[in-house]
């Protein structure tokens, strides 16, 4: 097994859980959304499941005990309109993933984004759903600027 | 011999009537299929669950001003729809809908005890929206939220006087054009999609109709409860013309067992 690195990185973001995706129950009552958590472990079981998929990894602390860390996200029904699917994480990769942390539990998150070993990123759909609507922004700028005043 | 020409009449006369008509309550192919979260634009987003007129127009009056060019987009939802919430929506709650509201979603028996949602959230869930016929008398709304399952009459039938409220209620529907109305009542009291409490007076008309490019699906649905409404609520749902996508198994869901109260958010 690799070396695994626990780490902790906790910062202030913007309510990207505003762009509602989770449906099945409210966000807000498991998980902060104004902070989020990165850690860095190794895959043990991913989920594709309805209402939200589940991921499982093990994740080394500062001291080097292995603690199982519960990352969860979107439904597989939401998660196939971006294309994911059962093997989109596999079992044995090396990941490091992002998310808002559970209020109550210590070792539990929901998915931001994850980036495997060889650097690539996966990111829910509401990444690309956002990305189309900052270029639909710019034609709208675009159109305004080119209006005679 | 004689008889030939009358024969020909006869003939020429029954030729000359028009076709039966269709059935009148056949569900027209344009709405017919699988539908599925809205396009990737700013309104298509701000309408993911749902939203009204006054949120939309909020929406772009932020858009369209060069000051909020470098904020955010989920900054200028977030501000639409507190708009939508304190112009709309919360003026039009009765003093008894008042007292509860905003509910606390730690409260939601969907979260705490996987119970699935009633009309008034399930009629806007996001994701697979699947118009399928039945019979001439009926179509079937599928959601991939919860797998529910909602039946249309279309015969022209009344609502059973003694119809129990149930939690996606009794809905019967008509063609008007190419738009399916379908009106349900008999909807069990539970929580509605802007998190208020509603009654079993609840009734809800509902208009689906596609768009001319054919790409879209709308949903203006007028919902009115005497006990939790001061007038009506007109509320919008857009999804997208998705044949590739499809209903998967919604058999997982666990129970909270952790979670943090007090987090309401209208």
């Known amino acids: ?149 | 011999m004689r008889l030939v020409p009358v024969l020909l009449v006869v003939l020429a006369v029954a030729c000359s009537q028009a076709p039966p008509p269709p059935p009148a309550a056949r569900v027209p192919s344009k709405l017919e299929g699988m539908w599925s979260d809205p396009p990737p634009t700013a309104v298509g987003t701000f309408c993911f669950f749902s939203c009204t007129d006054a949120g939309i127009e909020r929406l772009n009056a932020l858009l369209d001003d060069p000051a909020n060019d470098k904020r955010p987009f989920p900054q200028l939802q977030a501000e639409a729809a507190k708009y939508q919430t304190d112009t709309y929506l919360r003026p039009r709650l009765t003093e008894a809908a008042l007292k509860t509201y905003p509910l606390d979603p730690a409260d939601d028996p969907g979260f705490l005890r996987c119970e699935p949602w009633g009309l008034s959230k399930q009629m806007f869930a996001p994701h697979q929206l699947e118009i399928r016929r039945v019979s001439d008398d009926q179509i079937d709304l599928r959601y991939g939220e919860w797998e529910a399952v909602r039946t249309v009459h279309l015969d022209g039938r009344a609502v059973p006087a003694d119809q129990p409220p149930s939690r996606l209620g009794y809905s019967v529907g008509r063609f008007e054009g190419d738009t399916l109305v379908v009106e349900t009542s008999k909807v069990a009291a539970g929580i509605t999609w802007w998190n208020a409490q509603h009654s079993d007076q609840m009734r809800v008309v509902e208009r689906f109709t596609r768009s001319d490019d054919g790409n879209t699906l709308t949903l203006t649905a007028t919902i009115e409860d005497p006990w939790g409404l001061r007038e009506p609520v007109v509320a919008k749902k857009i999804w997208r013309w998705a044949p590739e996508q499809k209903i998967t198994p919604y058999d997982a869901c666990e129970p909270a067992t952790a979670f943090k109260k007090g987090t309401n958010e209208p």
């Open chain 1, 1 to 149: 097994m690799r070396l695994l690195r626990a780490f902790l990185l906790v910062l202030p973001v913007l309510a990207l859980t505003a762009v509602t995706i989770n449906a099945h129950h409210a966000f807000s009552p498991v998980y902060d959304g104004k902070r989020t958590i990165t850690v860095d472990g190794v895959v043990t079981q991913f989920r594709f499941v309805n209402p939200h998929a589940m991921m499982l990894m093990e994740v080394k602390d500062k001291t080097g005990k292995v603690e199982t860390w519960n990352v969860e996200f979107a439904g597989r029904l939401n998660l196939e309109e971006a294309g994911w699917n059962a093997q989109t994480i596999k079992p044995g990769e090396h990941v490091k993933v992002t998310g808002n942390p559970a209020w109550q539990s210590a070792q539990r998150m929901a998915f931001v984004k994850l980036v495997r070993a060889d650097g690539t990123e996966l990111e829910p759909g509401r990444a690309q759903r956002l990305s189309a609507i900052e270029e639909e922004r710019r034609q709208r700028a675009q159109q305004r600027a080119q209006q005679p005043k």
